[in-house]
T-cell receptor
Framework: NAGVTQTPKFQVLKTGQSMTLQCAQDMNHEYMSWYRQDPGMGLRLIHYSVGAGITDQGEVPNGYNVSRSTTEDFPLRLLSAAPSQTSVYFC??????????????FGPGTRLTVL | DQQVKQNSPSLSVQEGRISILNCDYTNSMFDYFLWYKKYPAEGPTFLISISSIKDKNEDGRFTVFLNKSAKHLSLHIVPSQPGDSAVYFCAAQGGSEKLVFGKGTKLTVNP
Protein backbone atom coordinates (compact mmCIF):
# COMPACT_ATOMS: atom_id res chain seq x y z
CA ASN A 1 0.00 0.00 0.00
CA ALA A 2 1.23 3.48 -0.87
CA GLY A 3 -0.89 5.02 1.91
CA VAL A 4 -1.70 8.69 1.34
CA THR A 5 0.04 10.32 -1.60
CA GLN A 6 0.16 14.00 -2.46
CA THR A 7 1.32 15.83 -5.57
CA PRO A 8 3.13 18.05 -6.17
CA LYS A 9 5.66 18.21 -3.33
CA PHE A 10 6.51 21.85 -4.05
CA GLN A 11 4.69 24.57 -5.98
CA VAL A 12 5.24 28.28 -6.58
CA LEU A 13 2.32 30.34 -7.82
CA LYS A 14 1.77 33.95 -8.66
CA THR A 15 -1.06 35.86 -7.01
CA GLY A 16 -4.31 35.18 -8.83
CA GLN A 17 -3.30 31.88 -10.35
CA SER A 18 -5.34 28.76 -9.71
CA MET A 19 -4.18 25.22 -9.14
CA THR A 20 -5.22 21.85 -7.76
CA LEU A 21 -3.40 19.92 -5.08
CA GLN A 22 -3.86 16.21 -5.57
CA CYS A 23 -4.44 13.66 -2.82
CA ALA A 24 -5.05 9.94 -3.15
CA GLN A 25 -5.27 7.02 -0.73
CA ASP A 26 -5.38 3.31 -1.37
CA MET A 27 -6.65 2.16 2.03
CA ASN A 28 -10.37 2.38 1.15
CA HIS A 29 -10.83 5.05 3.81
CA GLU A 30 -14.13 6.88 3.87
CA TYR A 31 -12.93 9.97 5.72
CA MET A 32 -10.48 12.37 4.07
CA SER A 33 -9.41 15.84 5.03
CA TRP A 34 -7.14 18.72 4.12
CA TYR A 35 -5.08 20.68 6.65
CA ARG A 36 -2.72 23.58 6.37
CA GLN A 37 0.24 24.07 8.65
CA ASP A 38 1.62 27.53 9.28
CA PRO A 39 4.48 28.48 11.63
CA GLY A 40 3.19 28.71 15.19
CA MET A 41 -0.35 27.78 14.13
CA GLY A 42 -0.39 24.01 14.25
CA LEU A 43 -2.64 22.11 11.85
CA ARG A 44 -5.89 23.75 10.79
CA LEU A 45 -8.67 21.92 9.00
CA ILE A 46 -9.65 23.35 5.59
CA HIS A 47 -12.23 20.90 4.21
CA TYR A 48 -13.16 17.32 4.84
CA SER A 49 -15.21 14.53 3.31
CA VAL A 50 -17.02 11.65 5.00
CA GLY A 51 -17.45 9.74 1.76
CA ALA A 52 -17.71 10.04 -2.02
CA GLY A 53 -19.99 12.90 -2.96
CA ILE A 54 -20.02 14.43 0.54
CA THR A 55 -17.83 17.33 1.60
CA ASP A 56 -17.96 19.97 4.31
CA GLN A 57 -16.05 22.99 5.53
CA GLY A 58 -13.48 22.99 8.26
CA GLU A 59 -11.98 25.84 10.23
CA VAL A 60 -10.36 27.80 7.37
CA PRO A 61 -12.26 27.02 4.11
CA ASN A 62 -12.18 30.42 2.38
CA GLY A 63 -10.34 30.44 -0.93
CA TYR A 64 -10.44 26.66 -1.34
CA ASN A 65 -12.79 24.22 -3.06
CA VAL A 66 -12.97 20.45 -2.81
CA SER A 67 -14.88 17.62 -4.42
CA ARG A 68 -14.97 13.88 -3.79
CA SER A 69 -16.03 11.91 -6.84
CA THR A 70 -14.29 8.69 -5.78
CA THR A 71 -13.34 7.11 -2.48
CA GLU A 72 -9.65 7.29 -3.40
CA ASP A 73 -9.21 10.92 -4.48
CA PHE A 74 -9.77 14.22 -2.70
CA PRO A 75 -8.31 17.18 -4.64
CA LEU A 76 -8.01 20.66 -3.15
CA ARG A 77 -8.48 23.59 -5.51
CA LEU A 78 -7.14 27.07 -4.98
CA LEU A 79 -9.41 29.36 -6.95
CA SER A 80 -7.29 32.53 -7.01
CA ALA A 81 -4.07 32.16 -5.06
CA ALA A 82 -3.13 34.78 -2.47
CA PRO A 83 0.11 35.22 -0.49
CA SER A 84 -1.85 34.33 2.68
CA GLN A 85 -2.23 30.82 1.23
CA THR A 86 1.50 30.25 1.40
CA SER A 87 1.67 27.21 3.63
CA VAL A 88 2.32 23.50 3.86
CA TYR A 89 -0.76 21.47 2.98
CA PHE A 90 -1.42 18.00 4.34
CA CYS A 91 -4.02 15.52 3.21
CA UNK A 92 -5.17 12.87 5.67
CA UNK A 93 -7.46 9.87 5.62
CA UNK A 94 -9.03 7.51 8.13
CA UNK A 95 -11.53 4.68 8.13
CA UNK A 96 -13.99 6.69 10.19
CA UNK A 97 -14.35 10.18 11.60
CA UNK A 98 -15.60 8.90 14.90
CA UNK A 99 -13.37 9.38 17.90
CA UNK A 100 -11.58 6.31 19.06
CA UNK A 101 -12.30 4.21 16.01
CA UNK A 102 -9.31 5.10 13.93
CA UNK A 103 -6.43 7.47 13.59
CA UNK A 104 -5.69 9.67 10.64
CA UNK A 105 -2.92 8.85 8.20
CA PHE A 106 -1.21 11.86 6.72
CA GLY A 107 0.41 12.38 3.35
CA PRO A 108 3.92 13.87 3.03
CA GLY A 109 2.64 17.37 2.34
CA THR A 110 2.74 19.99 -0.43
CA ARG A 111 4.77 23.12 0.21
CA LEU A 112 3.06 26.02 -1.58
CA THR A 113 4.48 29.49 -2.04
CA VAL A 114 2.35 32.29 -3.47
CA LEU A 115 4.28 35.32 -4.68
CA ASP B 1 -10.47 30.55 20.72
CA GLN B 2 -7.85 27.88 21.04
CA GLN B 3 -9.42 24.67 22.32
CA VAL B 4 -6.18 22.69 22.50
CA LYS B 5 -3.13 24.45 23.88
CA GLN B 6 0.50 23.44 23.88
CA ASN B 7 2.09 26.29 25.78
CA SER B 8 5.70 25.24 25.31
CA PRO B 9 6.86 25.86 21.72
CA SER B 10 10.08 23.98 22.38
CA LEU B 11 11.74 21.57 24.80
CA SER B 12 15.32 20.41 25.02
CA VAL B 13 16.43 17.33 26.99
CA GLN B 14 19.49 15.13 27.28
CA GLU B 15 19.56 11.68 25.79
CA GLY B 16 18.47 9.07 28.31
CA ARG B 17 16.44 11.52 30.40
CA ILE B 18 12.66 11.91 30.50
CA SER B 19 10.83 14.21 28.10
CA ILE B 20 7.49 15.57 29.27
CA LEU B 21 5.28 17.35 26.77
CA ASN B 22 2.15 19.05 28.05
CA CYS B 23 -1.23 19.83 26.55
CA ASP B 24 -4.30 21.60 27.93
CA TYR B 25 -7.81 21.66 26.50
CA THR B 26 -10.87 23.74 27.17
CA ASN B 27 -13.73 21.79 25.58
CA SER B 28 -15.25 19.37 28.10
CA MET B 29 -16.89 17.48 25.21
CA PHE B 30 -13.52 16.10 24.11
CA ASP B 31 -13.34 12.41 24.94
CA TYR B 32 -10.46 11.15 22.86
CA PHE B 33 -6.93 12.49 22.75
CA LEU B 34 -4.04 11.75 20.45
CA TRP B 35 -0.38 12.61 20.04
CA TYR B 36 1.19 12.92 16.62
CA LYS B 37 4.88 13.18 15.82
CA LYS B 38 6.20 15.13 12.86
CA TYR B 39 9.66 15.13 11.32
CA PRO B 40 10.70 17.95 8.96
CA ALA B 41 9.43 17.55 5.39
CA GLU B 42 7.16 14.66 6.39
CA GLY B 43 3.51 14.33 7.34
CA PRO B 44 2.49 13.81 10.97
CA THR B 45 2.38 10.21 12.17
CA PHE B 46 0.21 8.82 14.92
CA LEU B 47 2.08 8.09 18.15
CA ILE B 48 -0.30 7.24 20.97
CA SER B 49 -3.86 7.95 22.09
CA ILE B 50 -6.03 7.84 25.17
CA SER B 51 -9.75 7.68 25.78
CA SER B 52 -11.36 9.81 28.47
CA ILE B 53 -12.36 6.67 30.37
CA LYS B 54 -8.69 6.05 31.13
CA ASP B 55 -6.10 8.12 32.92
CA LYS B 56 -3.01 6.41 31.50
CA ASN B 57 -1.96 4.62 28.35
CA GLU B 58 1.48 3.16 27.77
CA ASP B 59 3.21 2.00 24.61
CA GLY B 60 6.87 1.14 25.03
CA ARG B 61 8.81 4.28 25.90
CA PHE B 62 5.74 6.47 25.45
CA THR B 63 3.10 7.07 28.11
CA VAL B 64 0.20 9.48 27.95
CA PHE B 65 -1.46 10.69 31.14
CA LEU B 66 -4.89 12.30 31.25
CA ASN B 67 -6.19 14.47 34.10
CA LYS B 68 -9.81 15.18 33.21
CA SER B 69 -10.53 17.43 36.15
CA ALA B 70 -7.62 19.69 35.15
CA LYS B 71 -8.31 19.24 31.42
CA HIS B 72 -4.66 18.39 31.02
CA LEU B 73 -2.72 15.63 29.34
CA SER B 74 0.95 14.92 29.09
CA LEU B 75 3.22 12.71 27.00
CA HIS B 76 6.18 11.12 28.74
CA ILE B 77 9.08 9.69 26.76
CA VAL B 78 11.48 7.54 28.76
CA PRO B 79 14.31 7.24 27.98
CA SER B 80 14.56 9.98 25.37
CA GLN B 81 16.58 9.25 22.25
CA PRO B 82 18.02 11.59 19.59
CA GLY B 83 15.62 10.04 17.07
CA ASP B 84 12.73 11.38 19.15
CA SER B 85 13.67 14.91 18.09
CA ALA B 86 10.59 16.13 16.23
CA VAL B 87 7.53 18.33 16.59
CA TYR B 88 4.81 16.76 18.73
CA PHE B 89 1.18 17.70 18.21
CA CYS B 90 -1.54 17.11 20.75
CA ALA B 91 -5.02 16.58 19.27
CA ALA B 92 -8.48 16.12 20.72
CA GLN B 93 -11.85 14.96 19.48
CA GLY B 94 -15.35 14.63 20.91
CA GLY B 95 -17.95 12.27 19.49
CA SER B 96 -18.33 12.98 15.79
CA GLU B 97 -16.59 16.31 16.01
CA LYS B 98 -13.54 17.16 14.00
CA LEU B 99 -10.05 16.57 15.30
CA VAL B 100 -8.59 19.75 16.84
CA PHE B 101 -4.82 20.16 16.98
CA GLY B 102 -2.55 22.15 19.25
CA LYS B 103 0.24 24.30 17.84
CA GLY B 104 2.92 21.74 18.55
CA THR B 105 6.03 21.45 20.70
CA LYS B 106 9.45 21.01 19.14
CA LEU B 107 11.43 18.44 21.09
CA THR B 108 15.21 18.33 20.78
CA VAL B 109 17.04 15.41 22.37
CA ASN B 110 20.73 16.14 22.69
CA PRO B 111 23.26 13.26 22.53
Amino acid sequence: NAGVTQTPKFQVLKTGQSMTLQCAQDMNHEYMSWYRQDPGMGLRLIHYSVGAGITDQGEVPNGYNVSRSTTEDFPLRLLSAAPSQTSVYFCASSYSRLAGTDTQYFGPGTRLTVL
Amino acid sequence: DQQVKQNSPSLSVQEGRISILNCDYTNSMFDYFLWYKKYPAEGPTFLISISSIKDKNEDGRFTVFLNKSAKHLSLHIVPSQPGDSAVYFCAAQGGSEKLVFGKGTKLTVNP
